[in-house]
């Protein structure tokens, strides 16, 4: 019988202290900050009197979510596929080695790469809060910080990938780690066939938000982003 959804809790009885505002919450459990409080208040009174568009804020959330912030991640994947000795220093210490890329800073200074094999699929939640790598993937997604998906992607981690339109093969081990305030996790997708030989620019514009993740897979070459 094969053990394959595994959730590595890393001691989550843990610092998750962000300076939550208790008073408030984002309408999934999860706490508002202060710093978004008074930005959804600043919002909604610019909004009011027509200075700017809820639709336009929106699209710039959405780039910064999807397409600016998850460059960073995907300029370390690139690098990792093409250059062996870069992997060696991720592996070792990634928090360093994403460090001489020039991505460091508050919530990503203590971070953990874990792999994908051919066997092997790892899953990224924060079943407490919503602790995320921005350093790397930029803002997290809605999703991510949803009480269905933290708790889901713990006791039905297929399930999560499924409804993210990812099946694998049953006999694939699927590994869920718990993002805490004192670790992060990025994950590092699989490279897909058929790139030999691309530059490491290339690459990255094959490595998804969502696969660096857990909850998606790097595109095929010439596949749509």
């Known amino acids: 019988m094969h053990d394959d959804d595994q959730t590595h809790a890393h001691d989550h009885a843990h610092g998750h202290d962000h300076g939550h505002d208790q008073g408030h919450d984002q309408g999934d459990g999860s706490p508002l900050p ?5 930005v959804k208040a600043l919002e909604s009174i610019l909004v009011e009197k027509g200075y700017i568009d809820p639709a336009a804020i929106d ?12 460059r960073n991640g995907a300029r370390v994947v690139a690098k990792a596929w093409s250059d062996p000795a870069y992997l060696a220093r ?3 210490d990634a928090t360093a080695a994403i460090a001489e890329l020039g991505f460091t800073g508050r919530q990503g200074e203590h971070m953990r ?7 092997r699929h790892n899953l990224v939640v924060c079943t407490l809060c919503s602790c ?6 930029g ?6 910080k949803a009480a269905p ?6 006791i039905d981690p297929r399930g999560v990938l499924a409804d993210f339109g990812v099946t694998l093969p049953r ?17 590092l997708p699989l490279r897909p066939q058929g790139t030999e030989g691309w530059s490491e620019d290339r690459l990255a514009d094959l490595v998804t938000r969502d696969s660096m993740i857990g909850t998606g897979l790097a595109s095929a070459p010439g596949a749509a982003r």
């Open 113 to 119: 790469i874990v792999e994908n094999t051919p066997t």
């Open 34 to 38: 202060e710093i978004a409080l008074r």
């Open 171 to 187: 006999e694939t081990e699927i590994r869920v780690w718990d993002s805490t305030a004192e670790l992060r996790y990025l994950v």
């Open 149 to 154: 998906y933290r708790a889901k992607a713990v």
């Open 59 to 70: 699209v710039i959330v959405e780039t910064y979510e999807t397409k600016v912030g998850p």
């Open 132 to 137: 995320y790598p921005w350093s790397v993937l």
């Open 139 to 144: 803002l997290p997604p809605v999703w991510y």
């Open 90 to 92: 991720l592996r070792a």
